[in-house]
């Protein structure tokens, strides 16, 4: 999964390599499942949501530029796997999660692995989480209509919110990062994620 998905589509950063070599996939699918849980696409999870392609993972982790000081907030905790490896790279992680069942099966997952440093509160992310704040990277890992502001204001200096938006069936993966009073952003590539549902985000499942 690592040389031909990851590192052939351009990704080379070692501590990511690493961590992604080291954190067991099969144990983030649902049972019966984990024949494919290294396949180059997103698998079923339950609850209509699912875990993201290996390689999505990857870049995101990659463009939240970690060094392994950051203060990190995830929207979409999901199977608990982008939560894990943001674990592995980063000091904290706080991972949004609105369906309680996910959020309780990723707690025991986190908790098996011994991965103390990430923490799963059960709510609507699409306010982020200003407990914790400010944030040097802030991962929406479910696609939102246009990028919340609440979001944000809720990144440190030079933090960085990666999220795609647009449509419910096709977004933009987006960079945004704080530069003093203002915001750059930058357009990565085309993605499928499973709608942000939220106050900020779309309203309900069609
Ligand atoms: N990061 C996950 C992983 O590694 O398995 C994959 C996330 S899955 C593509 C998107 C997740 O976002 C789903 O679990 C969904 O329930 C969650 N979600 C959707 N809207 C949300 C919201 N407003 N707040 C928190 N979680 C939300």
Same mark, same amino acid.
């Given at each position: 999964m690592v040389r031909w998905q990851i590192e052939q589509r351009?990704?080379?950063?070692?501590?990511?390599?690493?961590?992604?070599?080291?954190?067991?996939?099969?144990? @983030?699918?649902?049972?019966?499942?984990?024949? @494919?849980?290294?396949?180059?696409?997103?698998?079923?999870?339950?609850?209509?949501?699912? =875990?993201?392609?290996?390689? =999505?993972?990857?870049?995101?982790?990659s463009l939240a530029e970690l060094e392994g000081e950051e203060?990190?907030?995830?929207?979409?905790? #999901?199977s608990g796997y982008q939560a894990a490896l943001l674990g592995?790279?980063?000091?904290?992680? =706080?991972? =949004?999660?609105?369906?309680?069942?996910?959020?309780?099966?990723?707690?025991?997952?986190?908790?098996?692995?011994?991965?103390?440093?990430?923490?799963?509160?059960?709510?609507?992310?699409?306010? #982020?989480?200003?407990?914790?704040?400010?944030?040097?990277?802030?991962?929406?890992?479910?696609?939102?209509?246009?990028? %919340?502001?609440?979001?944000?204001?809720?990144?440190?200096?030079?933090?960085?919110?990666?999220? %795609?938006? #647009?449509?419910?069936?096709?977004?933009?993966?987006?960079?945004?990062?704080?530069? #003093?009073?203002? @915001?750059?952003?930058?357009?990565?590539?085309?993605?499928? @994620?499973?709608?942000?549902?939220?106050?900020?985000?779309?309203?309900?499942?069609?």
């Open positions: 351009g990704l080379h950063n070692t501590r990511l390599l690493a961590a992604l070599r080291e954190l067991p996939r099969h144990l @983030f699918v649902q049972p019966g499942d984990e024949s @494919f849980a290294y396949y180059d696409e997103p698998l079923p999870i339950g609850y209509r949501q699912t =875990i993201s392609q290996p390689y =999505i993972t990857a870049l995101m982790t203060t990190v907030l995830e929207i979409g905790t #999901g592995m790279l980063a000091k904290d992680v =706080i991972s =949004i999660e609105r369906i309680p069942e996910l959020a309780e099966r990723a707690r025991k997952k986190l908790a098996d692995l011994d991965i103390t440093n990430v923490e799963v509160v059960v709510g609507d992310g699409t306010a #982020g989480y200003s407990p914790g704040a400010p944030y040097q990277a802030i991962l929406v890992t479910a696609a939102a209509p246009s990028v %919340p502001s609440v979001l944000l204001e809720q990144l440190s200096e030079s933090g960085r919110l990666i999220i %795609p938006t #647009g449509s419910r069936s096709v977004q933009q993966l987006q960079v945004w990062q704080r530069c #003093g009073d203002h @915001f750059d952003s930058e357009d990565i590539l085309p993605v499928v @994620f499973v709608p942000l549902l939220g106050e900020y985000g779309w309203k309900e499942n069609p």
